[in-house]
């Protein structure tokens, strides 16, 4: 019975291992772009989103 929770609390350190390595990447990524770059992002994402206003 000792045996399984060793290999239980041993798969959840690797879980936690796993999971803290994905969010690294992902701030790493993040860091990686400008301002500018962001500002950019964010414009070309709200243009495909929203449609151009209609003058009326």
């Known amino acids: 019975m000792r045996g399984i929770w060793k290999w239980v609390g041993l798969a959840g350190v690797a879980g936690v291992v796993a999971g803290g390595a994905l969010v690294a990447r992902d ?26 206003p209609e003058d009326a």
């Open 27 to 52: 701030q790493r990524k993040r860091n990686a772009y400008t301002p500018d770059d962001v500002r950019a992002r964010l414009q070309q994402r709200l243009a495909e989103v929203s449609p151009p």
